[in-house]
């Protein structure tokens, strides 16, 4: 009989092809013309895991966009992995920076270029491709195994809170692996031992009823635009920490151990200069660039607008200013409270003069994290290990996927991250692409990673 990494090797030209027809459906979630496209996606999961042996599939309406769930439980006194991952895409914009059309997809120079290459459909086809050779080769998997697979990722996951609450019976098990994501270099894997959470909310400052001559009304009012530099700017103190009260009081400090793993990755100040092309780096007091990265929160502005924005001049005194901000949150801060934080100190520092409002921007997602001997961080060392023939970094990992909190929230199982995108694939970006060798490695990764957890 063929053995599994036989049977994935022979295929290698066919699962190309289904990578091929994954990228070719335009599944956008932001944006409500692509609705069907999505949907249409999550038929196409849903007859891959057909085709790949397993059970119970189902297509689960979310009152937004789908989830794929599917199943294969005959593996007595073993433990129940969950596999997640999602098949919704971010928009194309601009298109005319694309080489090809971005749901053509190409195979070219080693790299399969698509939108959702990378971020994060052939990440996600490589789990179900790795089950199918196991099953089709022994018959059986060696664990149980259940997927989860969402439409609505990259707009923040809105619909699954309550879904995931409902269904936490159906969903149960003892972990869960992620295939979204990435690793460190093509040579370097990496563990991600956390994922910091998110918070959001837009700043609305009002000040006239509409805009007034600058000449006529200047040096009387208060210019909303100047309030609103003001507040954004008390958010801070000068060294970039965070100034508003109790944004730290539960913040998990790291352990030795943890900061000795940082302290082992070979990235610092002077890698991040060179990479970003900036002058120097800066951030909160007594803390390495990695420790700032992955394991302390912030609070960044992502948007500021307000007044005249064309070519030329208009003195004018703006009516209404605005801004947006988020927080990173790291384990033990509640994004809710955090917010709440926030509005607290807008509301303190509100100049009486204008009429300063907040708005939540986004969904609240938490943070999580495993410790480095969590028996699934331990299995997933063992295969990169194995793969790479390399100890991985052990590293955390600022950004944030929401349904992860809402895993570690609610069925009470840790998160282990287990993917294979590059940093440098483009992802959001024109001409995403996912390397070819990658796609093979994650289909023989995920198939020794569901043997090892035995």
């Given at each position: 009989?063929?053995d599994?990494?036989?049977?994935?090797?022979?295929?290698?030209?066919?699962?190309?092809?289904?990578?091929?027809?994954?990228?070719?459906?335009?599944?956008?979630?932001?944006?409500?013309e692509?609705?069907?496209?999505?949907?249409?996606?999550?038929?196409?999961?849903?007859?891959?895991?057909?085709?790949?042996?397993l059970?119970?599939?189902r297509?689960?309406?979310?009152?937004g966009h789908?989830?794929?769930?599917?199943?294969?439980?005959?593996?007595?006194?073993?433990?129940?992995?969950?596999?997640?991952?999602?098949?919704?895409?971010?928009?194309?914009?601009?298109?005319?920076l694309?080489?090809?059309?971005?749901?053509?997809?190409?195979?070219?120079?080693?790299?399969?270029y698509?939108?959702?290459a990378?971020?994060?459909?052939?990440?996600?086809?490589a789990?179900?491709?790795?089950?199918?050779?196991?099953k089709?080769?022994?018959?059986?998997?060696?664990?149980?195994?259940?997927?989860?697979?969402?439409?609505?990722?990259?707009?923040?996951?809105?619909?699954l809170?309550?879904?995931?609450?409902?269904?936490r019976?159906?969903l149960?098990?003892?972990?869960i692996?992620?295939?979204?994501g990435?690793?460190?270099?093509?040579?370097?894997?990496?563990?991600?031992?956390?994922?910091?959470?998110l918070?959001?909310?837009?700043i609305?400052?009002?000040?006239?009823?509409?805009?007034?001559?600058?000449?006529?009304?200047?040096?009387?009012?208060?210019?909303?635009?100047?309030?609103?530099?003001?507040l954004?700017?008390?958010?801070?103190?000068?060294?970039?920490?965070?100034?508003?009260d109790?944004?730290y009081?539960t913040?998990?400090?790291?352990s030795?151990?943890e900061k000795?793993?940082f302290?082992?990755?070979?990235?610092?100040?002077q890698?991040?200069?060179?990479?970003?092309g900036?002058?120097g780096v800066?951030?909160?007091?007594g803390?390495?660039?990695?420790?700032?990265?992955?394991?302390?929160?912030?609070?960044?502005?992502?948007?500021?607008?307000?007044?005249?924005q064309?070519?030329?001049?208009?003195?004018?005194?703006?009516?209404?200013?605005?801004?947006?901000?988020?927080c990173?949150?790291?384990?033990?801060?509640d994004?809710?409270?955090i917010?709440?934080?926030?509005?607290?100190?807008?509301?303190?520092?509100?100049?009486?003069?204008?009429?300063?409002?907040?708005?939540?921007?986004?969904g609240?997602?938490?943070?999580?994290?495993?410790p480095?001997?969590?028996?699934?961080?331990l299995?997933?060392?063992?295969?990169?290990k194995?793969?790479?023939?390399?100890?991985?970094?052990v590293?955390?990992m600022?950004?944030?996927?929401?349904?992860?909190?809402?895993?570690?929230?609610?069925?009470?199982?840790?998160v282990?991250?287990f993917?294979?995108?590059?940093?440098?694939e483009?992802?959001?970006?024109?001409d995403e692409?996912?390397?070819?060798?990658?796609?093979?490695?994650?289909?023989?990764?995920w198939?020794?990673?569901?043997e090892?957890?035995?």
């Open positions: 009989m063929t599994w990494q036989t049977y994935l090797s022979e295929r290698q030209k066919l699962h190309q092809d289904d990578l091929v027809s994954f990228l070719g459906i335009p599944s956008i979630s932001s944006l409500p692509h609705k069907e496209d999505v949907a249409l996606a999550a038929a196409w999961v849903a007859d891959r895991l057909h085709k790949a042996g059970e119970e599939i297509i689960m309406s979310t009152g789908p989830v794929v769930y599917g199943q294969w439980m005959h593996a007595a006194d073993k433990p129940t992995v969950m596999i997640y991952g999602h098949f919704d895409v971010q928009p194309v914009d601009p298109i005319d694309w080489t090809d059309p971005p749901f053509e997809p190409v195979i070219r120079d080693g790299r399969i698509g939108r959702g990378s971020d994060d459909k052939g990440n996600m086809l789990p179900i491709l790795a089950l199918e050779a196991l089709q080769t022994t018959g059986e998997l060696p664990v149980n195994v259940k997927v989860f697979f969402e439409g609505q990722e990259e707009i923040g996951s809105p619909d809170p309550s879904f995931i609450l409902e269904h019976e159906l149960a098990c003892d972990m692996f992620s295939a979204d990435s690793q460190w270099a093509e040579d370097q894997p990496a563990l991600v031992i956390g994922r910091r959470g918070c959001a909310l837009q609305d400052v009002k000040g006239a009823t509409g805009d007034l001559h600058s000449g006529t009304y200047g040096g009387a009012i208060l210019n909303p635009i100047h309030a609103l530099t003001r954004v700017t008390s958010l801070h103190h000068p060294n970039g920490q965070v100034a508003v109790g944004f009081d913040v998990r400090e790291l030795n151990e000795a793993h302290e082992a990755v070979p990235y610092g100040d890698e991040v200069v060179s990479e970003l900036i002058k800066f951030g909160e007091p803390f390495s660039t990695c420790e700032r990265l992955w394991a302390r929160p912030t609070l960044e502005l992502n948007g500021i607008w307000g007044g005249f064309g070519e030329g001049s208009k003195t004018v005194i703006p009516s209404e200013a605005h801004a947006k901000i988020s990173r949150l790291v384990p033990n801060q994004p809710e409270k917010l709440a934080l926030v509005e607290a100190h807008l509301k303190k520092y509100a100049p009486p003069e204008v009429a300063v409002s907040t708005r939540k921007v986004a609240l997602a938490d943070p999580v994290s495993a480095v001997d969590h028996p699934g961080n299995a997933a060392a063992a295969v990169f194995q793969l790479y023939n390399k100890k991985p970094f590293v955390g600022g950004g944030t996927i929401p349904v992860c909190g809402l895993f570690s929230r609610h069925l009470n199982a840790d282990i991250n993917s294979f995108g590059l940093k440098d483009n992802i959001h970006a024109p692409f996912f390397r070819v060798a990658s796609f093979e490695l994650a289909q023989k990764a198939g020794l990673l569901l090892t957890l035995t």
